[in-house]
């Protein structure tokens, strides 16, 4: 679960690290309200979950309240890179000096946290690890210790700093390895950290991946965790303990298995089709999921036809054939559906679709195949 | 007779953590039938009971003391799964299989550390588990479509990998050990470990990996297979090479961020090592044949 901007610095915050003076706007009237708050100049910045917003112009920079004004009107309403700001934080703009890179994330080989430091911050991480790995110093930490003080003054010290500002940026270290382990985040990015002109930090950009997988116990973030990134559908899915993510064809894919999902979209593609969606049933017992998933791709717009792939094991197939009927009865859209079922029952339930007249096929490879002829033809 | 298997075989002797519970106890019977030797429960709170002919404990340290178990699988629900873990490896159970999915990264980081500095093998989380086919099985997966033969097939999926045991087992192509390592990100026993032990092992003469977008295990598989020149044929097949880019695709592994963790790179990677990589499942068996010739048809 991605934060924004202005959710991961107000994480920052409780936990001690300095964050630029801001408001939260959610309409650029507010802006006159804040007038006595905060004093120019001013950096407005669009509140999307996705990273190169500057680029697209969702950063703008104002020097006095009108302009800011201008700027929110401007920014608010609108879309960047296709997701609509419905917020803007507006922060005081400082002056700065160096601007460093610091986050903590999870490093997949090592199955460790690992830290990553680099005095080459305000820029994309890859960019500069790919052109210049030295640029950038990782440091996995070990989890039955976790981050010890002096290894976060070695990083500090690294970065270039000594005396009280080598103490500063210690601490800050440390407590973003206590946000870290305390919020369960696979990421913690402050990218730039700056050094400002009168010698203090502060994180001018913040990003925050909190672990989906962690939200029965970080209450805070399971409250906020629906509308976000996500389309109707995707909620609905989620809610439905369905994995759901819409893509951009015609063609709707159901299966039992995330690998087996993504196998069945490599192969509508491979036979020249797009699909609508990736949309995995999950594992065990699917049955009740079935009759949601199968609204979720009905009631798709974009859906010319539906494919379902079930390998039953542990699922029947003869109870997943019933489950497609009775769905389909229910609703009166009509699109073409075609199933593949193999597995525990095949037989009888490619009988009972048969007698409903719903096509089945035994080879995931040949459904996949007939499904993008199909449309082709024209349905 | 020789005893086969990288992981389990027909003298494991294993215990079900979270046996009574709805999945615990509906598997327990599974693999019962299968062959594999279930010797006890735990659950706390259950201790004393009998279910599916089994005996139930509190503890693990009490089925240590009466059966003396040397493989757990796990199947307790997420929040408590890294304890059910700990409480296995502080008893000594050198194998462990957790087929709990949605384990928070914090704890499968806390829980593989412990792990390999115990010298405990866990396999998973968010695996369906380990089969030998024909001896043991420690896992969900549908037995029907394993037989048993020479290739060992490792896979970070659950179902595809059943789909293509399926297809491989219908081409009279059985296998050696088939194992999930987990959809994961952070897992325990990967696919490294996995061919490590199958360079080993008399009955394995082929494998076949079953890879998936994110992450970077695949790239380091391939460095692994080069380096050692590895000196069994491998063949491959990546999940996802249509998969957009920063979307989960179900696995919570299963992601590419930033330009990293692509199928393409995984092939490309696997290509550059002299690994075979199939374009859909169904080639697997088609190039295993062509690698191997027919003696990697099972008798």
Do not use: W
Not at chain 1, 233 to 246: C, G, P, T
Request: proline share 4%.
């Amino acid at each position: 679960m991605k934060l924004f901007e202005f959710e991961a610095k107000r994480l920052l915050v409780k936990y001690s690290i300095p964050v630029p003076e801001g408001v939260l706007l959610s309409d650029e009237k507010q802006m006159a309200e804040f007038a006595d708050k905060l004093a120019p100049p001013y950096v407005l910045k669009a509140q999307v979950l996705v990273g190169g917003r500057q680029k697209e112009g969702g950063v703008l920079f104002a020097d006095s309240i009108d302009e800011a004004q201008k700027a929110a009107q401007s920014l608010l309403g609108k879309d960047v890179k296709n997701l609509p700001v419905n917020k803007l934080l507006v922060e005081k703009k400082l002056p700065v000096k160096r601007e460093l890179y610091v986050s903590i994330t999870i490093d997949r080989l090592k199955q460790m946290y690992v830290t990553l430091s680099s005095t080459n911050g305000g820029v994309n991480i890859e960019e500069v690890a790919s052109k210049n790995p030295l640029a950038v110093t990782k440091m996995l930490i070990n989890p039955q210790h976790g981050l010890k003080s002096y290894r976060a003054t070695a990083m500090a010290k690294k970065l270039g700093y000594c005396g009280t500002q080598l103490l500063e940026l210690t601490k800050i270290i440390n407590n973003l390895y206590l946000a870290v382990i305390e919020n369960d985040a696979e990421l913690v990015e402050i990218n730039p950290l700056a050094e400002l002109d009168n010698g203090k930090f502060a994180a001018l950009d913040c990003h925050v991946l909190i672990d989906d997988n962690s939200l029965y116990r970080q209450q805070e973030y399971k409250t906020i965790l629906t509308e976000r990134e996500k389309t109707a559908e995707e909620n609905y899915a989620l809610k439905k303990d369905l994995s759901y993510v819409k893509l951009d064809g015609d063609i709707g894919v159901i299966a039992n298995g995330a690998g087996l999902e993504m196998t069945t979209l490599d192969l509508i593609n491979y036979y020249g089709g797009k699909p609508a969606n990736f949309l995995d049933l999950g594992g065990g017992a699917t049955i009740q999921r079935i009759t949601h998933a199968l609204q979720i791709v009905l009631f798709d717009v974009d859906t010319k036809i539906i494919l379902v792939n079930i390998l039953g094991g542990i699922t029947h197939c003869d109870e997943a054939a019933q489950s497609i009927i009775d769905t389909l009865n229910i609703y009166r859209v009509r699109k073409p559906v075609i199933v593949r079922l193999a597995g525990t029952n095949q037989e009888e339930g490619k009988r009972i679709l048969s007698e409903a007249g719903i096509q089945s096929v035994d080879s995931m490879e040949e459904a996949a195949k007939l499904t993008v002829e199909t449309v082709k033809k024209g349905v | 007779m020789t005893i086969m298997g990288i992981l389990i075989n027909r003298d494991t002797r294993a215990i079900i953590q979270g046996m009574t519970g709805k999945q615990g106890s509906y598997h327990c019977v599974l693999m019962r039938e299968y062959g594999t030797r279930i010797v006890a429960g735990v659950t706390p709170g259950k201790g004393g009971t009998i279910l599916n002919n089994v005996p139930v404990f509190d503890m693990v340290e009490e089925a240590v003391k009466k059966f003396t178990p040397n493989a757990s699988i796990i199947f307790v629900p997420a929040e408590s799964a890294l304890e059910a873990a700990m409480e296995a490896i502080d008893n000594k159970i050198k194998t462990i299989v957790i087929i709990t999915e949605r384990l928070p990264i914090k704890d499968a980081i806390t829980l593989i550390y412990t792990a390999t500095q115990s010298q405990v093998t866990i396999i998973g989380p968010n695996t369906p588990g380990v089969i030998t086919p024909g001896e043991c099985k420690l896992g969900v997966m549908p037995a029907s479509v394993f037989t048993k033969g020479k290739v060992g097939l490792i896979s970070r999926s659950g179902t595809l990998t059943y789909e293509i045991a399926n297809c491989l087992s219908k081409e009279r192509i059985g296998q050696s050990t088939c194992l999930g390592v987990g959809g994961d990100p952070v897992v325990g026993f990967n696919f490294i470990e996995s061919l490590k032990r199958f360079k080993d092992d008399e009955q394995t003469k082929a494998i076949a990996l079953i890879g998936e977008i994110g992450g970077n295990l695949e790239e380091l598989t391939a460095q692994y297979i080069a380096q050692t020149h590895y000196p069994k044929p491998v063949v491959a097949f990546i999940a996802g090479v249509s998969a957009p880019p920063e979307k989960r695709m179900g696995h919570a592994g299963a992601i590419i961020m930033n330009n990293q963790g692509t199928a393409k790179s995984k092939i490309e990677a696997f290509t550059n090592a002299g690994v075979k990589v199939a374009e859909k499942p169904s080639d697997i068996a088609k190039l295993l044949i062509k690698e191997c010739g027919t003696e990697i048809l099972s008798e």
